[in-house]
């Protein structure tokens, strides 16, 4: 157990939809990444919030937004949703903005029918 | 960040050493070499870094090469539990370098 928890675990919603996936960071982390990981894609960086800022962007669609709450914990939301969005969306926490360990929460797998 | 090249699979022994090779030719000087690892569908797993000497924790040994164009994780003894998809990444840390993580060695422990 890393410590960092997603929630929901599975999500099945069909095209078009908007979903929010949800991320705790483990206690004490400031950093949280979020990633997504995809048959055809593998684990691709999606972004990452430090201290409720944005800290980095990696390979995140448009339709999809991220934001770190002042409690820390992060929400991903997926808009307009396609079949190729199918995939396990993993969150990840580390200390520092530059962590050399980042632990990675269990994902939320989404399916898009 | 520099491209990393791994075996696509490897097999191994129950109790055996595991040896898991990585090329990074174009790392440059100030780029580490991260090693994690994936059970099944969890979430990644951190092992091990380094930059240039080797590395040892209660996990695993880092070996990097001298000209640091290649590296191998070892795995002491390992187990079953260690069937696992290993990912080599290389990573500097000037601002926006972030873990890019490519398909990775599969490897099977067998009893």
């Known amino acids: 157990d890393s410590g960092v928890t997603q929630t929901p675990k599975h999500l099945i919603t069909a095209t078009g939809q908007r979903v929010t996936l949800r991320c705790s960071p483990r206690?004490?982390?400031?950093?949280v990444y979020w990633y997504q990981q995809s048959l055809d894609q593998g684990l691709q960086f999606l972004i990452q919030?430090?201290?409720?800022?944005?800290?980095a962007k990696g390979n995140i669609l448009e339709r999809f937004s991220a934001q770190q709450f002042p409690d820390l914990h992060s929400e991903l939301n997926l808009s307009s949703l396609e079949l190729g969005d199918s995939a396990l969306y993993f969150c990840?926490?580390?200390?520092?903005?530059?962590?050399?360990?980042?632990?990675f929460g269990p994902g939320t797998r989404l399916t898009v029918t | 960040d520099a491209k990393t090249t791994q075996p696509p699979s490897m097999d191994c022994a129950e109790g055996r050493a595991a040896n898991l090779p990585c090329n990074h030719s174009?790392?440059?000087?100030?780029?580490?070499v991260y090693w994690y690892r994936q059970i099944h569908s969890q979430g990644p797993q951190y092992i091990i870094h380094?930059?240039?000497n080797n590395e040892t924790n209660e996990m695993a040994s880092l070996i990097i090469t001298e000209d640091r164009k290649s590296s191998t994780l070892i795995l002491p003894h390992a187990t079953l539990r260690d069937t696992a998809v290993y990912y080599c990444?290389?990573?500097?840390?000037?601002?926006?370098?972030?873990?890019?993580f490519g398909p990775g060695t599969r490897l099977s422990v067998l009893p």
């Open positions: 174009t790392i440059s000087g100030n780029e580490y």
């Open positions: 380094g930059l240039k």
């Open positions: 206690s004490g982390d400031l950093s």
């Open positions: 919030y430090y201290n409720g800022e944005e800290r």
């Open positions: 990840a926490s580390s200390v520092r903005a530059r962590s050399d360990e980042q632990y």
């Open positions: 990444i290389v990573r500097g840390y000037n601002y926006g370098q972030n873990f890019v």
